[in-house]
């Protein structure tokens, strides 16, 4: 009985996220529900003592990281960067390769710290006027975006400023340049197994005759169409009087390269701990300490987003400054939904940890023997259920992170490993459909998931197998 609550409250949780309820609202209700069918006097103090508790401890750690990424992806945006972006992608790659055009886009963007969902929003446009221009069919847009930003660009590729890549450093000690190497390899598996399987789709298709305007019209007929699009595409994706190619890569450049200078110096500049007393501070009433360890990759990031936006700021100044009231205030309201909905899922997985069911789901997962299989497992089943890559990891290490450390430890593999893992397995089975980043995709590009979620899960069960691939690299290897 105990193991059905559990369940109960996790499918509950996904069909809410898959309605399009707020998870904010329904996490807690939720979390408490469970509680309510197993100890009805516990509840509040369940919701005082360990979901407000996580929920806060989350949005203490990582909601800057959130609102500086939101910020500046919507000064990418406004600076006119990422279109200048794409056009010279477009025009040194060529538009017969449309997808890889796409990809490599989205992939800079991401890997930039540009935030997923600007992503989306930033690329379709210019999107739409490449399919149609090379009569590529609108349905396979998705996957190709989906690859550029919701993968190896989100959780593999070392250094990347996602959330994804932030949160295990807490856990495990580590920072975002954890496995370096096996990081690389799997990106490259899934960037290439991926452009392979866009490109097999893309001629597919096109072999039927199939061209840019069947989905056009497929989606105008359509009783139940997904929302209009919410970007047009430009008529000419080669507009004058955009920066500098070089000048619009300089920023996401700059954020890559702090972010390694600073995951190196900071430890330098603090030692392994850091007290604040009131020599330093008077009005202290008690010293302050930290472990520099469990926050120098969140730190690292902090500081490297911050000075790009400051160096966006410096070189387009005038376009910014039309719209950055009003654009910065989109970027904070999306940044405090974003990270709100996370920390609703921390919490929840807090609670969940603590009831008497997941114990048995706990030994259920222990009976897969590899410390590394196991985590994976693990956190994309959490990550499948929520519908969301950092939700689900969120959840796992909430509850878990200590079984995956020992479990590690006993088996002698780095800590950098697991945090690869867990990274990588946040961002396989996430992209279900009941995922908000599918839904915004879907939305934006005015398809429906009948038209082109094939294609993401497609994308989705690449992700999955690189998760695994990685691991079997590292066993045969030792590469870190």
């Not at 890889?100 to 930039?112: E, F, H, N, Q, R």
């Not at 094939?454 to 045969?476: M, P």
Request: glycine share 10%; proline share 5%.
């Amino acid at each position: 009985m105990s193991f059905l609550i559990v369940l109960a409250a996790l499918v509950f949780l996904m069909l809410a996220a898959y309605r399009g309820y707020s998870v904010i609202l329904f996490a807690p209700i939720a979390a408490l529900g469970a509680v309510l069918l197993t100890d009805p006097g516990a509840v509040a103090p369940v919701f005082s003592g360990i979901f407000m508790d996580k929920m806060v401890g989350f949005v203490k750690l990582y909601f800057p990281v959130f609102l500086l990424g939101a910020v500046f992806g919507k000064l990418i945006e406004l600076s006119g960067f990422s279109e200048s972006i794409v056009v010279a992608a477009i025009k040194y790659i060529g538009r017969s390769r449309a997808n890889a055009v796409i990809v490599l886009v989205c992939a800079l963007l991401t890997y930039g710290g540009v935030s997923l969902f600007v992503v989306v929003f930033a690329v379709y446009p210019f999107a739409a006027e490449l399919y149609r221009q090379s009569n590529i069919p609108k349905r396979l847009m998705p996957g190709a975006i989906a690859l550029g930003a919701f993968s190896f660009t989100m959780d593999t590729l070392p250094g990347t400023p996602q959330i994804q890549n932030i949160i295990p450093t807490t856990f495990f000690k580590t920072t975002g340049w954890a496995a370096p190497s096996l990081g690389v390899i799997g990106s490259i598996a899934t960037l290439i197994a991926g452009l392979a399987f866009l490109e097999w789709r893309r001629r597919s298709a096109m072999a039927k005759g199939e061209g840019y305007e069947a989905a056009v019209q497929a989606a105008a007929s359509a009783p139940a169409a997904a929302p209009a699009a919410t970007g047009t595409a430009p008529s000419a994706a080669t507009r004058s009087g955009l920066p500098h190619p070089l000048l619009s890569l300089a920023p996401l450049v700059l954020v890559g390269v702090a972010n390694f200078a600073l995951t190196k110096m900071i430890p330098t500049w603090y030692g392994d701990n850091y007290a604040l007393t009131a020599d330093a501070l008077p009005g202290l009433h008690a010293p302050v300490s930290l472990t520099i360890k469990s926050v120098v990759g969140i730190w690292a990031v902090e500081g490297a987003l911050l000075l790009g936006i400051l160096l966006t700021i410096a070189t387009a100044f005038k376009r910014i400054n039309v719209s950055f009231a009003e654009g910065t205030k989109a970027a904070v309201g999306g940044a405090l939904l974003a990270a709100m909905n996370t920390a609703s899922e921390y919490g929840f997985g807090g609670v969940i940890a603590a009831l008497p069911g997941f114990l048995s789901v706990s030994q259920a997962l222990r009976s897969v023997p590899d410390p590394l299989v196991n985590a994976a497992v693990s956190v994309t089943s959490l990550a499948g259920i929520t519908g969301s890559a950092s939700g689900g990891m969120s959840i796992a290490l909430a509850a878990m992170s200590d079984q995956f450390i020992k479990a590690a430890d006993a088996a002698h593999i780095p800590l950098e490993v697991m945090h690869r893992v867990v990274a990588m397995a946040s961002g396989g089975m996430d992209t279900l459909p009941h995922n908000g980043a599918v839904i915004t995709l879907l939305a934006v590009t005015g398809l429906t998931h009948r038209q082109s979620y094939r294609d993401i899960f497609g994308i989705t069960i690449i992700k999955t197998l690189a998760v695994f691939f990685v691991i079997a690299v590292y066993y045969l290897t030792g590469l870190v």
